[in-house]
């Protein structure tokens, strides 16, 4: 039987303890995991690898990861790629924030495929990514 590549999810937080367990859950759960520790590697290795899905934390040092998220959905081979946004933040305050980057940048950034706050239930996350797969 043709065993089918496994998807790959490219995670990006400036957590360490984050990134383990992000990595481990997904690779418990058949996925092959690629991780990076802030939003300007994330971009660059997501145009590399071009991933199947992408779980990015919002609060990081340097180029947070509202940069990272801008990036991605205006580059024409990426801004299809299913997002699953990750954060301390409340999913209202983050919104008000795209909102607000909208009408500054005159850009229409749309909203991610998931907003996750932390700390994320396993569960929950597997169940959202799966959906978003």
Avoid at 62 to 79: A, I, N, P, Q, S
């Amino acid at each position: 039987m043709h065993h089918e590549a496994k998807k790959k999810i490219l995670i990006v937080d400036d957590e360490m303890d984050m990134r383990i367990f992000l990595t481990t859950l997904f690779e418990t759960s058949g996925y092959e995991a690629v991780v990076t520790k802030n939003g300007r590697d994330g971009y660059r290795i997501a145009k590399e690898i071009e991933p199947d899905l992408i779980v990015l934390d919002i609060m990081m040092p340097g180029e947070g990861g509202v940069h990272m998220y801008r990036h991605l959905k205006t580059d024409k081979t990426l801004k299809e790629i299913p997002i699953i946004m990750l954060s301390a933040v409340e999913e209202k305050t983050f919104l008000h924030y795209i909102k607000m980057l909208r009408i500054r940048l005159n850009d229409t950034i749309p909203q991610p495929d998931a907003y996750v706050e932390k700390p994320p239930e396993p569960e929950e996350l597997l169940k959202i990514a799966e959906s978003l797969l």
